[in-house]
């Protein structure tokens, strides 16, 4: 029972780790197919209610784009705030993968790391990208300072 309690659990919190989109604006003009623009998502942290990440990234268009062929930009950014009362699902890991999206046709994925900082109370994520054989270097970071009254329990 209490194994099937965890299961379900984890599959609300993988569906609710879904990108909201927030907006885009374009930067390229593409005479065919979309254009190329930058994206901006909003993403509910799974294991931390009241904290929501927004990530701004690269979104290749023209005819690539529009079959799912294109392989978009390893540059990305990262922004998490308190929207609400931050609460705790469960004990935290010390370093977990919060969300992961397929960025390029097959070997590219854009994700986002949760860290905790306990000595500050804080959480720390972390935005980059990685591919089968070679990753990018370029990342961002942001925190979220979390009350001292309210520790961060942690697994």
Request: with cysteine; net charge positive.
């Amino acid at each position: 029972m209490k194994k099937s309690l965890f299961v379900l659990a984890a599959l609300v919190a993988v569906a609710c780790s879904r990108a909201e989109p927030i907006g885009e604006v374009d930067t390229v003009f593409k005479l065919i197919g979309p254009d190329h623009k930058i994206v901006v998502e909003a993403y509910e942290d799974p294991g931390v209610a009241g904290v929501t990440c927004y990530v701004s990234r690269a979104k290749t268009g023209g005819i690539k784009g529009a079959l799912g062929l294109a392989e978009d930009k390893s540059e990305a950014s990262i922004a998490c705030r308190q929207t609400g009362p931050i609460s705790f699902r469960a004990p935290l890991r010390q370093q977990e993968e919060m969300f992961t999206e397929r960025i390029s046709l097959v070997f590219k994925r854009l994700r986002v790391v949760r860290m905790v900082d306990q000595p500050r109370n804080t959480l720390v994520y972390l935005t980059y990208s990685d591919r089968l054989i070679e990753g990018s270097p370029q990342n961002s970071v942001t925190a979220v300072p979390v009350e001292r009254g309210t520790p961060i329990p942690l697994r």
